[in-house]
């Protein structure tokens, strides 16, 4: 439900920035945009940019917010970048009722191939090294194992054409879920701090990417003669994505608060509120998409598509400052951290050690996990998950418990190996 949510809002926003984009630039006559161009700006602008709002959320005090919030930001920029794709593979100046239908086919071809073979590629990688052990007991092999199928699901994403973000995506979603268990405990340990370090270090070329780009002289000569147009160009679209944010929020999460019967999954109004400044943020994909519409190996020298991509910048900027520096002080009004909460989890193990211990209750755990049941673990996420349910998740744990972790292995089902750390017991973290 929140997947299909997140996709939901994404799309309609889309819609939304580009039907309005289109009755206000018109107007302003900026240039010479067709009805590609406008839809393209729908998906720039819904590309957001939520690692600002992740890193002031605490993930154990807030779950569900944490989880919805990452989720969206993670699904929008990558169906942003699938339909900017698909706009990009039909000529939209000829618009009819075929066209629209083969775009609509086109974007959920893509969306449900990168989907399917970023999964394929996880649960390759977790046979792998499950039963055929290649360099088992070995951490480095083991890393450099787990690092290279990831690539290799980026490099077939490419190969065959396909969305490369979303093939990533769900590929370290089944990683995470199957091969991050079946390695020894160094090797968890290693690629936790190897893959945070890298995410760091990419975030870092991200923003100087950005900031090289916000000094590109040539695009702000050709609209030197008019500044105030471009002031109202990024202002206009600054407001169609705060109201675009607003017009499907609020009523997607009323919708699916309507589904809700415990009062632990359903979001609040400030939850809500959470959900929708999280968005406001544009970050480098906006960017990068808007490079690639409006220029020819980065210049250009037409006005429209100089003054696009001046906006983008300007948007960009404004948000990821502006924005970003409200957001700490935002959260800490609408959702003051709990003491008891803060006391509770400064007094669990903050050991690599604790990258290992399950986080996440579960009635029908395995036989192997039976014998941890006194592995301490963060009392929100038991309070989420602990009432009896017979929802998806429900019934997607028992055919994962029955077919695939025999297969492909995952917490509770990876063979022991002698000399391994994994099965080492925990009860010394405690």
Request: hydrophobic share 45%.
């Amino acid at each position: 439900m929140h997947v299909c949510s997140h996709t939901g809002t994404n799309t309609n926003e889309i819609g939304h920035i580009s039907e309005s984009a289109i009755q206000f630039f018109e107007k302003m006559n900026i240039g010479n945009l067709n009805i590609g161009d406008y839809l393209a700006i729908g998906a720039i602008f819904s590309a957001t940019d939520s690692v600002c709002t992740l890193q002031v959320l605490n993930q154990d005090e807030t779950p569900l917010l944490y989880s919805l919030v990452f989720g969206e930001g993670v699904v929008n920029d990558a169906t942003s970048v699938v339909l900017f794709n698909a706009i990009q593979s039909f000529d939209l100046s000829h618009i009819n009722s075929t066209i629209a239908l083969q775009f609509v086919g086109n974007f959920l071809y893509l969306f449900t191939l990168s989907t399917l073979l970023g999964v394929l590629a996880g649960l390759l990688s977790a046979y792998i090294i499950k039963k055929l052990y290649f360099g088992r007991q070995s951490t480095d092999r083991e890393v450099a194992l787990m690092i290279l199928m990831a690539y290799l699901s980026y490099m077939l994403a490419e190969l065959f054409y396909l969305s490369a973000i979303l093939t990533v995506f769900f590929c370290g979603i089944v990683m995470s879920h199957y091969t991050w268990h079946n390695v020894t405990e160094n090797s968890r340990v290693t690629t936790k701090h190897a893959f945070a370090t890298l995410s760091f270090v990419a975030e870092i070329f991200i923003f100087l990417y950005v900031g090289m780009d916000a000094l590109d002289i040539e695009k702000w000569r050709v609209i030197s003669d008019s500044p105030g147009k471009s002031v109202g160009v990024s202002a206009i679209l600054l407001g169609l994505i705060l109201v675009g944010r607003a017009a499907f929020v609020f009523p997607l999460s009323f919708i699916s608060n309507l589904t809700k019967k415990a009062p632990c999954e359903k979001v609040d109004f400030k939850q809500q509120f959470t959900i929708w400044w999280a968005g406001l943020m544009r970050g480098a994909v906006s960017m990068a998409l808007s490079y690639n519409q409006f220029t020819s190996l980065g210049h250009t020298q037409l006005r429209g598509n100089a003054m696009m991509i001046t906006s983008t910048i300007t948007v960009v900027l404004f948000s990821t400052v502006v924005f970003g520096l409200m957001t700490k002080p935002l959260i800490r009004i609408l959702l003051p951290s709990s003491k008891h909460l803060m006391r509770m989890l400064s007094s669990e193990p903050t050991t690599p050690k604790s990258f290992i211990v399950p986080l996440l209750g579960n009635r029908n755990e395995s036989e192997a996990d039976q014998s941890n049941h006194n592995v301490r673990r963060p009392t929100s996420l038991r309070m989420l998950l602990s009432t009896p349910s017979t929802t998806v998740h429900y019934y997607w744990r028992k055919f994962d418990d029955t077919f695939m972790r025999p297969v492909f292995g995952g917490r509770g089902f990876t063979r022991f190996v002698p000399g391994s750390p994994t099965e080492q017991n925990v009860d010394q973290w405690q």
